[in-house]
């Protein structure tokens, strides 16, 4: 335990010495923050912050604005302005904010504008309000409206409320996805400016640290009740709409708030693949199978894609890629194929199903685990997805884990925690090791 600073000499390691305390994280906690916890978690400053280090961090700022299609941040000379709390002559009107992009640098002219509406809490995004915002905006000439909340949606173009106004843009951005934004920023050195990176990582750490922004952590009081409904169903039996939209709703912000979960919690950006009417989508499914399957993608590469399916009849949750082994015949591509996946250690798991498809779009057997084919190498037999009569070479293997949830399934907050820890462990164990190939 050492007494005083020995300058030249102490390590900062052992500072936490000099003041008797535990340990370098109680030290930690004593820094100076750039963005004070506790008295700033209201709508107004959270706001404030988030806005400041937007035009703080030039990354930041591109990535996020890019992804709404406003190209212009990137172009030379510009400059990114916000501010907080602008209302309209009758004062009936008070956006949360505004950012206005310009260029030139003698003489700025405005070359783009958007209204901001954030909401914290389980407060959620007003279609009157925003309804309200519009018309200020088209009297002022702002055609462009960005609402935060912790709500998600499948893509930043889209919002959590609608409008039939033309020439009028509504985008969202939800604090998990820019919290996770920035930490992936931070994580990829994407960031130049050492004293921008700093910026970014008090930014994640004030959101991560604020009591009232949070993931989608819940999938509705409304959620047991609709599951419970539609499990007894005959898969093509006809879902009402009330049950429908209760399923849609919360689901939408699920299979979003996995792909950030995964992107946040891994080396790997992994982003939904979704149409721009998701909803639809969803129902549709719903309406025929009632299974509900989702598309993922990592690092933007078609070649490392999952999906995940939701079957509301069983309560199973099931994962599958494709995995396509080029070189060599049946059995050398299963050997391949096993060497591939034993890169992550997956080990002889009899939870990961391997479906062996030829040429002829046929297939051995649906039953066959991985544990069972690393049993058949170890002891030198032929292995049971070759079958000669379907083809010298398999086309494709399918890789598959099936979970069934049971009770799990219909609890609004066990659902969540079971499907992204089986999402989790299929990235780590599965597409980790294609990836590597």
């Not at 930014?203 to 959620?223: F, P, Q, T, V």
């Not at 790997?268 to 639809?280: I, M, N, Q, T």
């Not at 499914?285 to 894609?305: D, G, R």
């Amino acid at each position: 335990m050492i007494k005083k600073v020995d300058p030249g000499k102490t390590s900062l390691s052992d500072l936490h010495q000099v003041f008797r305390l535990n340990d370098s994280d109680e030290l930690d906690k004593k820094k100076a923050r750039l963005f004070p916890s506790g008295n700033t978690d209201t709508e107004v400053p959270t706001t404030s912050i988030f806005l400041a280090s937007l035009c703080a961090v030039k990354e930041y700022r591109e990535e996020l604005l890019i992804a709404l299609g406003v190209n212009k941040i990137k172009t030379r000379n510009v400059c990114l302005l916000a501010y907080t709390e602008l209302e309209s002559i009758t004062k009936e009107n008070r956006p949360d904010g505004l950012l206005v992009i310009t260029s030139g640098k003698h003489n700025p002219v405005i070359e783009w504008v958007a209204f901001i509406e954030a909401k914290v809490g389980n407060n959620l995004i007003d279609e009157n309000q925003i309804a309200r915002y519009i018309e200020f905006g088209k009297e002022i000439g702002v055609n462009n409206i960005i609402s935060i909340s912790n709500e998600m949606v499948t893509s930043p173009t889209d919002s959590p409320v609608s409008t039939k106004k033309k020439s009028f843009t509504l985008n969202h951005w939800s604090w998990k996805y820019l919290s996770v934004t920035a930490q992936k920023l931070i994580r990829t050195d994407a960031v130049d400016d050492e004293d921008h990176v700093y910026i970014l990582s008090e930014l994640r750490r004030y959101i991560d640290n604020h009591k009232h922004l949070r993931s989608h952590n819940h999938m509705g009081a409304e959620w047991k009740a609709a599951v419970t409904k539609i499990h007894p169903y005959d898969p093509n039996a006809k879902i009402d709409k009330a049950t429908i939209d209760t399923l849609i709703s919360a689901y939408k912000q699920e299979e979003k708030d996995i792909s950030l979960e995964l992107t946040d919690t891994s080396d790997y950006l992994v982003e939904l693949l979704a149409k721009e009417d998701r909803g639809s989508l969803i129902e549709k499914m719903l309406q025929e199978k009632k299974v509900i399957s989702t598309s993922f993608i990592i690092n933007k590469n078609k070649a490392f894609q999952f999906n995940i399916e939701v079957d509301f009849i069983r309560h199973e949750v099931r994962c599958t890629t494709n995995i396509i082994i080029s070189k060599g015949k049946a059995q050398s591509q299963t050997s391949t194929l096993l060497k591939v996946l034993d890169q992550s250690g997956v080990g002889a798991s009899d939870y990961i199903f391997i479906k062996a498809i030829y040429l002829r779009k046929k297939s051995v057997n649906d039953e066959i685990t991985l544990r069972q084919l690393l049993d058949e190498r170890d002891a030198g037999d032929q292995y049971s997805v070759v079958d000669k009569s379907f083809g010298d070479e398999i086309k494709v293997f399918e890789i598959q884990t099936r979970d069934l949830l049971g009770r799990d399934f219909i609890g609004p907050q066990s659902f969540i925690v079971k499907i992204e820890k089986i999402a989790q462990r299929f990235l780590q164990q599965v597409m980790s090791s294609t990836i590597k190939t």
